[in-house]
C-alpha cells in the first residue's frame, strides 16, 4: 500500500513543471509560490489535512492557466482531485462579465472542499497584492468578496471557521485602503 500523502508530491512536481516560466504579477515571484502558499494556508492556518484537498490546492490553477486539461488530472490525480480542480477552473473563452458569473455559480454549486479550497485561494491573493495600486486592492477585495458571497451557502460547520478567517483577511486589506 502506497503512501497516501504521495499525491501531495505527484501534485507539487506536476503543478510547478506546469507553472515553470509563469511568473506572478510582480514579474518577479515563480507562479508556483502561489499553488504551493495555497496548499499551506489550507494546511496550516485552515487545518485540513486531507492528502486530496492538499493535491487538488497544488493543482488549482494549472487548467485555467497552463496547457493541462481536466483529463490530465483525472489520469494522474483522480476523479475526485480533478472535480475540485475543475470546480476551480474558470471557461477562459467566455466572456469577462459571463465568464465570473459562470464561475460564481459554479463555485456556489461545488462541494465544501472546493469551496475551501477557494477561499484558501482568496486568502493568499489578499496577503499578496499589498504591492498593488489602491485601485487593484479594491478590485481583489471586491472580486473576494462576490466570490465568498456566492460560496457562503453550504460551508458546514466544519469549515465555517475559514469563512471567518477570509474575512478577517479581507477586513484587514480594507483597513489599508483607508488609512
Known amino acids: ?7 501531495i508530491f505527484q501534485a507539487a512536481s506536476f503543478a510547478a513543471r506546469a507553472h515553470k516560466s509563469q511568473l506572478r504579477k510582480d514579474n518577479q515571484t515563480p507562479y508556483i509560490a502561489h499553488p504551493f502558499r495555497v496548499c499551506l494556508v489550507v494546511r496550516h492556518i485552515f487545518g485540513f489535512e486531507d ?19 481536466f483529463d490530465d488530472i483525472i ?14 477552473t474558470k471557461d477562459m473563452r467566455l466572456e469577462h462579465d459571463i465568464r465570473e458569473e459562470e464561475y460564481a455559480k459554479g463555485l456556489a454549486a461545488a462541494d465544501w472542499q472546493a469551496k ?5 485561494d482568496v486568502y493568499d491573493n489578499a496577503g499578496d497584492c499589498k504591492s498593488f495600486t ?17 460560496m457562503r451557502a453550504g460551508i458546514p460547520a466544519e469549515a465555517q471557521h475559514v469563512v471567518k478567517l477570509v474575512e478577517g483577511r479581507l477586513a484587514e486589506l480594507e483597513a489599508g485602503l483607508t488609512s
Open 51 to 69: 492528502p486530496k484537498m492538499l493535491a487538488a490546492a497544488i493543482l488549482h490553477d494549472t487548467i485555467e492557466d497552463t496547457t493541462t486539461d
Open 75 to 88: 489520469e494522474r490525480f483522480g476523479p475526485v482531485v480533478a472535480k475540485w480542480v475543475a470546480a476551480l
Open 134 to 150: 489602491v485601485n487593484g486592492r479594491r478590485n481583489t477585495v471586491k472580486k473576494s468578496r462576490f466570490y465568498l458571497d456566492a
Open 116 to 120: 475551501v479550497l477557494k477561499l484558501a
Open 1 to 7: 500500500m502506497s503512501d497516501p500523502n504521495d499525491i
